[in-house]
């Protein structure tokens, strides 16, 4: 089956950027999503199509997605990105998520 | 607006059956794909299941196949997921969600609150 793998954890500075990956066999193939969560809430999704942002998410955040890896990049961090964040595809007609990165920001 | 709410979790016996049942209001349940997406305590989003906007094709991941079973009442704005021969490893939170069936690779633009599912003993 299908699997993608994020680093368990990233730690960045409030106002640096932070950067989290998504590794999957050909996963430029294919679109990618992000979706943030923080304690105790449902998550959100930030990002779908590699690189669009859903009405409501701040500019920066941004995407991209080739060869292996998908990368979601956010731009001068903030305390309130803080969560866990997870990557999504679709393969062979069922989705399957990435295993969840927790972003510190300290 | 565009509401998920799940119902039917609570904790059950190893080997028994639940059913969940989501409620959609504020869209058409007719235009989208439904789907149960679930949570282990501590743990990440693992995909369950879903099923096309008319109920015609159904998709289950390989660890509840044959278990579970996805299915819906767009008349009543409802979609359920029946639970059987309940496991251990079935225990965590489980979300309703949804997908444009026009344009999947949106993502899943609206979940549920979720309802937690605890299987023992």
């Not at chain 1, 299908?2 to 960045?12: C, D, G, I, N, R």
């Not at chain 1, 679109?31 to 990002?47: D, E, L, N, R, T």
Request: glycine share 12%; with cysteine; charged share 15%.
């Amino acid at each position: 089956s299908y699997e993608l793998t994020q680093p368990p954890s990233v730690s960045v500075s409030p106002g640096q950027t932070a950067s989290i990956t998504c590794s999957g066999d050909k996963l430029g193939d294919k679109y990618a999503c992000w979706y943030q969560q923080k304690p105790g809430q449902s998550p959100v999704v930030v990002m779908y199509q590699d690189s669009k942002r859903p009405s409501g998410i701040p500019e920066r955040f941004s995407g991209s997605n080739s060869g292996n890896t998908a990368t979601l990049t956010i731009s001068g961090t903030q305390a309130v990105d803080e969560a866990d964040y997870y990557c999504q595809a679709w393969d062979s007609g069922t989705v399957v998520f990435g295993g969840g990165t927790i972003l510190t920001v300290l | 607006q565009v509401q998920l709410v799940e119902s039917g979790g609570g904790v059950v016996q190893p080997g028994r059956s639940l059913r969940l049942s989501c409620a959609a209001s504020g869209f058409s349940l007719s235009s989208c794909t439904m789907h149960w997406v679930r949570q282990a305590p501590g743990k990440g989003l693992e995909w369950v299941t879903f099923i096309s906007y008319d109920g015609r094709n159904k998709y289950y991941a390989d660890s509840v196949r044959g278990r579970f079973t996805i299915s819906r009442d767009n008349s009543k704005n409802m979609v359920y997921l029946q639970m059987n021969s309940l496991r251990a490893e079935d225990t965590a939170v489980y979300y309703c969600a949804r997908m444009d069936s026009g344009d999947p690779y949106r993502g899943f633009d609206y979940w549920g609150q979720g309802t937690l599912v605890t299987v023992s003993s």
